[in-house]
């Protein structure tokens, strides 16, 4: 475990489907992200948060929506998603938004929409 | 656009050689350099910073940085079957998140 722990690890949802991914840190880190990571694709910055913010939301459809109750928590709510969608979900956190210290990324959860 | 290029592999090296990893970046105003490490199936692990120009090492891996030219580089001397995963080069540009390379793909044999 690296201090980020993701939930499940492991998800088969059909395109009507309603589900969410649970990103946990016990780092006391202020910044969390999610990436997805699709095959032979560098990793897509999808959504930041600071201090429980929203900081960036890199033109991802509506049919992800975050959400971050405290600076521990980051959830990835899902919805009618398409088979595209199919990828690595990961999630990281960093002790400030400025990267300059790196990231620590969660074991990801592996998404399959059929 | 803020760009990070690497060489997506694979790249086949024999167990005990030097493996050589580059990455070329767009931004010439970026500070921070990562290389993470990411074995299939598992999430990445960061395994090296830099931030200044020259060397940096640590155990048998040496990142290279040259801030005139844009690249940043990964050695990994005395390269073992456990070394064979794909590794990210990761850029900071000033005031931006992250931006990850495609990764490439390093397979030591035995």
């Known amino acids: 475990e690296t201090g980020v722990t993701q939930t499940p690890r492991h998800l088969v949802m059909g395109m009507t489907n309603k589900k969410s991914l649970k990103c946990e840190q016990h780092?006391?880190?202020?910044?969390m992200y999610w990436y997805k990571q699709s095959a032979k694709k560098p990793l897509e910055l999808m959504f930041v948060?600071?201090?429980?913010?929203?900081?960036e939301n890199n033109s991802v459809p509506s049919r992800f929506s975050p959400e971050c109750p405290n600076s521990s928590h980051l959830f990835l709510h899902l919805h009618t998603l398409q088979p595209e969608d199919s990828a690595l979900y990961l999630c990281?956190?960093?002790?400030?938004?400025?990267?300059?210290?790196?990231?620590?990324f969660g074991s990801g959860t592996r998404l399959t929409v059929v | 656009q803020k760009e990070v290029e690497q060489n997506s592999g694979p790249l086949s090296v024999p167990e005990g050689a030097i493996a050589s990893l580059n990455c070329t970046y767009s931004?010439?105003?970026?500070?921070?350099f990562f290389w993470y490490r990411q074995y299939s199936g598992k999430s990445p692990e960061l395994i090296m910073f830099?931030?200044?120009?020259g060397d940096k090492e640590d155990g048998r891996f040496t990142a290279q940085l040259n801030k005139a030219s844009q690249y940043v580089s990964l050695l990994i001397r005395d390269s073992q079957p456990s070394d064979s995963a794909t590794y990210l080069c990761?850029?900071?540009?000033?005031?931006?998140?992250?931006?990850f390379g495609p990764g490439t793909r390093l397979s030591v044999l035995p």
């Open positions: 990281a956190s960093s002790q400030v938004l400025d990267t300059g210290y790196g990231y620590t």
């Open positions: 780092l006391g880190h202020n910044a």
């Open positions: 948060y600071s201090l429980e913010e929203r900081v």
């Open positions: 931004d010439r105003g970026s500070q921070s």
């Open positions: 830099i931030y200044s120009n």
């Open positions: 990761a850029v900071s540009p000033p005031g931006q998140n992250f931006v």
